[in-house]
């Protein structure tokens, strides 16, 4: 896939030398306008603790959900067979682009999981990975209508988690400090 540059909205926030939540607050809205999305959240995971939380979430409008975990919690045991884009997460595999959670393939998701839990119609499952482990997810998504992702827009995606991993590995380490 081609390494596609970040645009100057996204590349301005990721380039700053602000704190990885002042980086995190701007990058969201700034993702979310990019993509025209309705939400987007920033999942953060520890791997040596299997921690997890919804850390940062920006949403278009106040009817559309909001996601956030305040205090860094433990995934239930079933997560990875309830959920196939978390597993594949914590298989460091690439990034997700899914257009219709009604259409998607079994193996790709579980639609009434995502249905029950999350209420998006299309979305997209960017993991961050560092060394084969999961430290976040970044997940942008669409209510009400699917959504082609385009080529453009994946190479983005995908540039921007690059340039965001040691911000979130580091952002990590130092809740556990």
Request: hydrophobic share 40%.
């Amino acid at each position: 896939m081609t390494q596609h540059n970040l645009p100057p909205a996204l590349n301005n926030i990721v380039e700053s030398s602000q704190t990885p939540d002042a980086i995190f607050s701007a990058l969201l809205p700034a993702v979310g306008n990019f993509l025209q999305s309705d939400r987007c959240f920033l999942y953060l995971h520890n791997p040596q603790a299997n921690l997890g939380r919804v850390a940062f979430c920006w949403i278009r409008t106040p009817d559309v959900p909001t996601v956030y975990n305040k205090e860094w919690a433990a995934q239930p045991p079933t997560v990875t067979d309830e959920d196939p884009m978390f597993a594949a997460a914590l298989r460091a595999e690439p990034s997700i682009f899914v257009e219709d959670v009604e259409t998607a393939e079994p193996q790709v998701l579980n639609r009434e999981f995502e249905q029950k839990n999350f209420g998006h119609r299309a979305l997209i499952h960017a993991h961050i990975r560092q060394d084969g482990q999961l430290w976040g997810i970044l997940q942008p998504c669409i209510f009400g209508h699917p959504r082609i992702w385009t080529e453009y827009e994946r190479g983005v995606i995908n540039n921007l988690v690059e340039k965001i991993t040691p911000i979130a590995v580091d952002y990590v380490k130092s809740s556990f400090d």
